[in-house]
Nanobody
Framework: QVQLVESGGGLVQAGGSLRLSCAAS????????MGWFRQAPGKEREFVAS????????YYAASVKGRFTIARDNAKNTVYLQMNSLKPEDTAVYYC??????????????????WGRGTQVTVSS
């Protein structure tokens, strides 16, 4: 079992940066692939980024590659999402998730087993 709590969301101007954090509890965190998803009003939840249990491998959606960076600190049971060069279309609720699958290229939300409640990110133009 893994419990996840996101933080770090807020309001930022286009071109700005935010860093999201996801604090995890549960003894399986360090062996889990972790991911970030987002959901804008009226849209489906979409994959943003994922990271292997060791942190050595990462995978990004094309829409954020080169602007966002996912990282983890297993000693602190925390996953991060550094978001730079933010655009108004990045506005969404951002969710942290954990999956028992071993692949970081799993992008379907239904393949993730544990979810946080989300944190709102709003980018103004």
């Amino acid at each position: 079992q893994v419990q996840l709590v996101e933080s770090g969301g807020g309001l930022v101007q286009a071109g700005g940066s935010l860093r999201l954090s996801c604090a995890a509890s549960g003894r399986t965190f360090s062996s889990s692939v972790m991911g970030w998803f987002r959901q804008a009003p009226g849209k489906e939840r979409e994959f943003v980024a994922s990271i292997s249990w060791s942190g050595g491998d990462t995978y990004y959606a094309a829409s954020v590659k080169g602007r966002f960076t996912i990282a983890r600190d297993n000693a602190k049971n925390t996953v991060y999402l550094q978001m730079n060069s933010l655009k108004p279309e990045d506005t969404a609720v951002y969710y942290c998730a954990a999956t028992r699958t071993l692949s970081i290229t799993v992008v379907a939300a239904e393949r993730y087993d544990y979810w946080g409640r989300g944190t709102q990110v709003t980018v103004s133009s």
